[in-house]
């Protein structure tokens, strides 16, 4: 058995006797491997561990399921329980609905959100720092490639032109089973462990690139607020260029090489993009 499975099992138990008699507890799956799945009776919770320290906030805005409790451990580890939520993951054809926009509004707008981040020392993330990052991740791999050469310098080159407007909480990972809706129609957007401040075009770029048509853009944005401009359109390539990259340097890293391949291709497609 693996050390990780050992690990696992016993997180299980210490929760099955956090929560008490009668309680089952599973691994909810997911990449960091923190969440669980409780139940007892017809009585069903999702757990997680040292989940991200503002959730009280996304809760108390409706952006995440309700915030039922959080206890600390005696060796630190923070829980947190929330209510069940008795939906689905949206689908990639569901996120162009209005909802969703509007959701991400509510998100990129809410005071509350961006005073907690500056309470808790979030550094922002800012186009120099995600060049330098790029730059340093491609000198300490070791690799070389052409498009991934020619990508950064892109981003080094039209640094100027994408100066923030203004710096707002960004999810980072638009991706569409993190946003959940119930049989109430409530939507939700969970997984906020990646979350920074950053620019709007951040999360804009990644989701409207990925799933929305270009001739829909116009009307998607309408539902978020505002009017697509040359601007608007400048740093949300840019972001979404500096997120290919990234991908394809994580990839290589891994010794995943088809992968790394598949991302280096769309980056060379979004590059000879006018």
Not at 147 to 176: F, G, W
Request: glycine share 6%.
């Amino acid at each position: 058995m693996k050390q990780s499975d050992n690990l696992v099992k016993m997180r299980v138990k210490l929760l099955e006797l956090l929560l008490g008699e009668g309680w089952t507890v599973e691994p909810a799956g997911g990449s960091s491997g923190e969440a669980y799945i409780a139940r007892a009776g017809e009585q069903k919770l999702f757990l997680k561990r040292n989940s991200s320290p503002f959730l009280a906030v996304l809760s108390a805005e409706g952006i995440v399921p309700k915030l039922l409790w959080t206890k600390r451990l005696e060796n630190g580890d923070v829980i947190t329980a929330q209510r069940w939520v008795h939906g689905r993951e949206l689908k990639g054809y569901d996120m162009i609905r209005p909802d969703v926009a509007e959701l991400l509004s509510k998100i990129h707008t809410s005071v509350e959100l961006l005073d907690m981040f500056k309470r808790i020392g979030n550094e922002p993330l800012t186009p120099e720092g995600i060049i330098e990052d790029l730059q340093n991740s491609m000198m300490d791999s070791g690799f070389s490639h052409p498009v991934l050469a020619e990508a950064v310098q892109y981003l080094s080159i039209m640094r100027s032109l994408v100066t923030p407007p203004k710096m707002v909480v960004c999810h980072c990972d638009m991706n569409h089973n993190n946003w959940i809706i119930n049989s109430d129609n409530d939507l939700f957007l969970i997984d906020w462990d990646g979350a920074t401040v950053a620019d709007p075009a951040f999360d804009l770029g990644l989701l409207l690139d990925e799933y929305i048509p270009g001739d829909r853009w116009e009307e998607w944005l309408s539902y978020y607020g505002i009017t697509l401009t040359r601007n608007l359109e400048v740093r949300m390539k840019w972001y979404v260029i500096s997120h290919m990259i990234y991908y394809s340097l994580y990839h290589l890293r891994r010794g995943e090489t088809e992968e790394a391949n598949e991302w280096i291709e769309q980056l060379s497609a979004k590059m000879d993009q006018q």
